[in-house]
T-cell receptor, first 113, second 115 residues
Framework: NAGVMQNPRHLVRRRGQEARLRCSPM?????VYWYRQLPEEGLKFMVYLQKENIIDESGMPKERFSAEFPKEGPSILRIQQVVRGDSAAYFC???????????FGPGTRLTVL | TQLLEQSPQFLSIQEGENLTVYCNSSSVFSSLQWYRQEPGEGPVLLVT?????EVKKLKRLTFQFGDARKDSSLHITAAQTGDTGLYLC???????????????FGQGTILTVHP
């Protein structure tokens, strides 16, 4: 039973480019969460999605960031016009239900040059 | 905003010693998870506690949820070098039900166990 998968594991972008981070939840999990871990800071919630719906995006920056979880395929976290401050580790977690335990993927380390 | 305060932030001990990590909040959580994270990897779930006063044991690790469900502790007995890592507590869904789904994380405790 494969765990949560994220790709790419490492992503390097220049300022102004777009970054696309992918997350495939565990089999049977329809709830996906994105968290960001900045250097010297803890994990911060960004967005919570179910298939085709954004449930809670209270942790998402208002501009440049978007997320989706289509009916088919992985969840995507998209960052437009990246800036150096976006450099961080981005983690995806999945769960089978809203009040169930969340299982994390290995993360995508984004570096903005 | 719910906050989880973890202490200590850093802990450096010798193999064989005991240690306790604390996780405190002014908010009530319906559940609390403890994770361990290795460098370059994602957090791995160790345990979930949901009932006030609950105690769970996982080999040499003992987890406790406070009676009021505002605090938790992780106690490691006879630490080993393999216990080295970042330990994170995370609270799920406050009593008001307005933050369902998302987890609120503490800052983490970096544990180093020396041989």
């Amino acid at each position: 039973n494969a765990g949560v998968m994220q790709n790419p594991r490492h992503l390097v972008r220049r300022r102004g480019q777009e970054a696309r981070l992918r997350c495939s939840p565990m089999k049977g999990h329809s709830h996906v969460y994105w968290y960001r871990q900045l250097p010297e800071e803890g994990l911060k919630f960004m967005v919570y999605l179910q298939k085709e719906n954004i449930i809670d995006e209270s942790g998402m920056p208002k501009e440049r960031f978007s997320a989706e979880f289509p009916k088919e395929g992985p969840s995507i976290l998209r960052i437009q016009q990246v800036v150096r401050g976006d450099s961080a580790a981005y983690f995806c977690a999945s769960s089978p239900g809203i009040y169930n335990e969340q299982f994390f993927g290995p993360g995508t380390r984004l570096t903005v040059l | 905003t719910q906050l989880l305060e973890q202490s200590p932030q850093f802990l450096s001990i010798q193999e064989g010693e005991n240690l306790t990590v604390y996780c405190n909040s002014s908010s009530v959580f319906s559940s609390l998870q403890w994770y361990r994270q290795e460098p370059g990897e994602g957090p791995v779930l160790l345990v979930t506690v949901v009932t006030g006063g609950e105690v769970k044991k996982l080999k040499r690790l003992t987890f406790q949820f406070g009676d009021a469900r505002k605090d938790s502790s992780l106690h490691i007995t006879a630490a080993q070098t393999g216990d080295t890592g970042l330990y994170l507590c995370a609270g799920g869904r406050d009593a008001g039900g307005t933050s369902y789904g998302k987890l609120t994380f503490g800052q983490g405790t970096i544990l180093t166990v020396h041989p």
